[in-house]
C-alpha cells in the first residue's frame, strides 16, 4: 500500500516539478554544449592531420567553459553543487592548447556536453507524451459528453472507449514522474563525476597554491625581518658607534682611549656583519626588480661578468629571491673552482616557465655529489619551487648551468 501511495502521489509532489524544471532549463543550455561537443569531435577527427589539433584544442577548452551553463539550474532546482574547473595552469595560447589537449576534465566536459542534449531531448518527450497526452485523455470523457450529450451515452459505445483513454491517461499521468525522475538521477550521477575537477587533481592544486602562498608568506616575512634590522638594530649600531668615537676624542687617559677604539672597531664589525646578514635574508637591489639585482651581482663578481636580460614580465617575489641567490652561489662557485676568466648570466622566460642560466669558460667538470653541498642545497631548494636544475659541464668546459621554475602568474 505504501508503494501505491507513493505512486499515486508522484505527479502532485515538489519533487516531480522541480525535476521537470530542471530539465526545462537546461535543456536550453544544452543546444550551445553539443554543438561545442560537434566543433571536438570535428577536431578529433581532423587531428589525424596537424591543421585538426586547434579545432580538437579549441573545442576542449570551450567544453570546459560550457559545463558552467548548467551551475545555475542545477543548483536552483536540485540543489546540486559541484567544485568548478581548476584554472589552466599554463600561460600563451600555445601553453594553453597542449594543457587541455592534455587536460582529462576537459575530455570529460566534450562527453557531457555530447550526451546532454540526447538525454533532456528523450526526458523532455517522455515527459510531454507522459503529461501533456495523459492530460488530454483523462479528460477526454469530458469533452466527449460536451460534444456529444447526455442521451447518446447509452447508445454510443465511443463513451466506454472515452474512459478507457481516461484509464490510459491516469497511467501516463503517473508513470512520466518517474520517467523525468529517472533521466534527472542519470544525469545528476553523471554531472559532477564528468564536469567536476578530479580530486586528486583538485587536492594537488589546492596543495601547490596553498605552497605559493607559504613561500610568498616566508618571502614577505624576511623582507620584513630585513627592514627590521636595516632601520632598527643598524641605525642603532651607527649610533653606538658614533658616541664612542666622540667619547674617544674627549678621553685623554692611554689605556681608557685603547678600550674604546677596540669596542668602536668591535661595533663597526658588528654592523659590517649585520649588513651581510641583511643582504642574504633580502637583498635590497630586488626591490628594483630581479633584472637590476642580477646585474648588481654581475658587477661585483670577481670574474668579469655580463648580464643578458630577457624577462618581459616580473616574477614572483619568492621565484625572484630564489634566483638571485642561485645566481649568487653559481658565480660564487665559478670564482672559486672554474679558472674561469669570463662568465655570464642569462636570464629568460617562455610562456610557461623563467629560466636563469650562468654560464663560464672555465676547466668544467661541475656535477651534483652527494658528497658535495652546494649543488646539492640548491637543487633541493628549487625543488621545494617545482624548479629543476640542469648541468652541462663537460671535464674540458665550458660550463652550463640552467636553472627553470614553472611560470607563476607576474607580480603587479
Known sequence: MRFVGTVLRAPWERRSRRDLAYLTFTTLPAVPAFLVAQV???????????????????GLGLARAAGSLFVVPARATLGLVWPRPLPLAATGLLGRGREVLRSGQAWRSLLYCGIKLPIAIVALSGAATGYLLGLAAVTYPAWWFASHGAFEILNDQSWAHAWELAAQGAAALLVAPWIV???????????????APDPNQARIAALETTRAELAEDATAALRRIERDLHDGTQARLVAIGAALSRVE????????????????????????????????????ALDAGLPTALASLAARSPVPAELRDGLRTRPSDAQATALYFSAAELLTNVARHADASHASIEVDETDEHVTLTVSDDGRGGAAVSPAGTGLVGLARRLAALDGTLTIDSPPSGPTRITITLPKEPPCV
Open 181 to 195: 525522475r529517472a533521466f534527472v538521477g542519470l544525469d545528476s550521477f553523471l554531472l559532477p563525476r564528468l564536469l
Open 249 to 284: 676624542r674627549r678621553v685623554t687617559d692611554p689605556e681608557a682611549r685603547a678600550i674604546l677604539t677596540t669596542t668602536r672597531q668591535e661595533a663597526l664589525d658588528a654592523l659590517e656583519e649585520l649588513r651581510e646578514i641583511i643582504r642574504r635574508v633580502h637583498p635590497p
Open 40 to 58: 571536438g569531435v570535428a577536431g578529433a577527427v581532423l587531428s589525424l592531420v596537424v591543421v585538426g589539433l586547434p579545432l580538437l584544442a579549441a
